[in-house]
């Protein structure tokens, strides 16, 4: 009976202790709130997001099987064959008509070369070949231009911020906004974004940070960086949303799944 008067005094104390851990255990979903937050941007997702390498910076990964610069027209969000689009090279002028000649620099569209505006902002290229072929240049892009249009693929000018893992011209620009540029990580390509307005040597410095071997940047500002990616479930996300300007954007880098 003695024994049994114990074991009903120690039932109280064994509740109260296993309360207690419940009540201290960190639950499962704050342990993983970023994976879970980025759940359909990440799992099974044509294009990865990474919020967490580099504070201040969003990198997507399109898992592609080819790009191509589409002129012109936007692509559709209803073309499920594309998961990410971003405006490229800069465009000349405010023009109601679309013109390759109103593209900042010759450039590469399904295979063919087109003659573009004069850009001395300009300081390279990327071209990409097939799908495990691309080239970021620093300097004169002309002859990668040529080799890229026989392959049937697709490029472009720009201005190179990082080249062979060293900045290149890390104050070519000023002034507060949100950045973006086409990278190329560990043998991936990539698109890093300023989460915030930022001024653009403090861009550069978190690019920096993240390390690319390769940065080039993309047009931004408002109405030209209107983009938009999709997540595993077919849905398309806007960047940004559309502005004025957007009804002047001429070229967009197109990543397909």
């Known amino acids: 009976m003695r024994r049994l008067h114990c074991f009903l005094y120690l039932i109280p104390v064994l509740a109260a202790l296993l309360l207690l851990c419940c009540c201290t ?3 499962k979903h704050a342990m993983n709130r970023q994976t879970t937050d980025s759940a359909p941007y990440m799992k099974g997702s044509p294009v990865l997001i990474d919020d967490t390498t580099v504070t201040g910076l969003r990198i997507y990964y399109p898992q ?3 790009i191509d610069l589409v002129c012109g027209t936007m692509p559709s969000k209803q073309d499920t064959s594309v998961i990410y689009c971003a405006e490229a090279a800069f465009t000349h002028e405010l023009l109601d ?8 620099g010759d450039h590469v569209s399904g295979g063919k070369r087109y003659a573009g505006a004069k850009c001395y902002d300009n300081s ?23 080799s890229v249009a026989q392959a049937g693929g697709m490029g472009f000018g720009q201005a190179i911020i990082i080249h062979d893992g060293e900045s290149v011209r890390p104050l070519w620009r000023d002034g507060v906004n949100q950045y973006r540029a086409l990278c190329e990580k560990d043998g991936r390509l990539c ?12 861009f550069v410095a978190m690019l920096e940070k993240f390390a690319p071997r390769h940065a080039l940047y993309m047009d931004m500002g408002a109405g030209w960086n209107h983009s938009w ?6 849905k398309a996300h806007e960047i940004h949303p559309t502005a004025h300007k957007s009804r002047y954007c001429t070229n967009w880098i197109t990543f397909y799944k």
């Open 64 to 66: 592609f099987s080819r």
């Open 25 to 27: 255990r960190t639950p």
């Open 97 to 104: 008509e679309f013109s390759h000649s109103n593209i900042d």
């Open 229 to 234: 990616w999709r997540d595993g479930r077919g």
């Open 124 to 146: 390279g290229a990327f071209a990409w070949f097939d799908d495990t072929t691309w080239e970021f240049v620093h300097g004169e892009y002309n002859e990668l231009l040529d």
């Open 191 to 202: 698109i890093a974004d300023s989460r915030n307005e930022v001024e653009y040597d403090d």
